[in-house]
């Protein structure tokens, strides 16, 4: 069983910076997707980045450039920085971990873990 607890979530300016956490618990295959999602109010849930165990990153394309996944394998942290925030970047971020690697980008109904989310609210 795999857990996640998202942090580092809050209100920001436009043009603002923040940086999201994930701690993992639980018992952490070799083979795996890392995945931040978000979900804005009245808006499905979209995949923004991820990390697998092959080294693959992607990123969605509307924040590319302005926010870098990354993990910590030895505190089991998986982390967001968010620079160059835009009001359209509010929502509630969730990481999310599947059991296989996802070269092509974190899809929804893959994954297999889901923290609780953190709220993001960039004002303009």
């Known amino acids: 069983q795999v857990q996640l607890e998202e942090s580092g979530g809050g209100s920001v300016q436009a043009g603002g910076s923040l940086r999201l956490s994930c701690a993992t618990s639980g018992y952490i295959y070799s083979r795996y997707c890392l995945g931040w999602f978000r979900q804005a109010p009245g808006k499905e849930r979209e995949g923004v980045a991820s990390i697998d165990s092959d080294g693959i990153i992607t990123y969605e394309d509307s924040v590319k450039a302005r926010f870098t996944i990354s993990e910590d394998n030895a505190k089991n942290t998986l982390f967001l920085q968010m620079n160059s925030l835009k009001p359209e970047d509010t929502a509630t971020y969730y990481c999310?971990?599947?059991?296989?690697?996802?070269?092509?980008?974190?899809?929804?109904?893959?994954?297999?873990?889901w923290g609780k989310g953190t709220l993001v609210t960039v004002s303009s």
């Open positions: 999310a971990a599947d059991l296989s690697p996802c070269p092509y980008g974190p899809r929804y109904y893959d994954m297999d873990y």
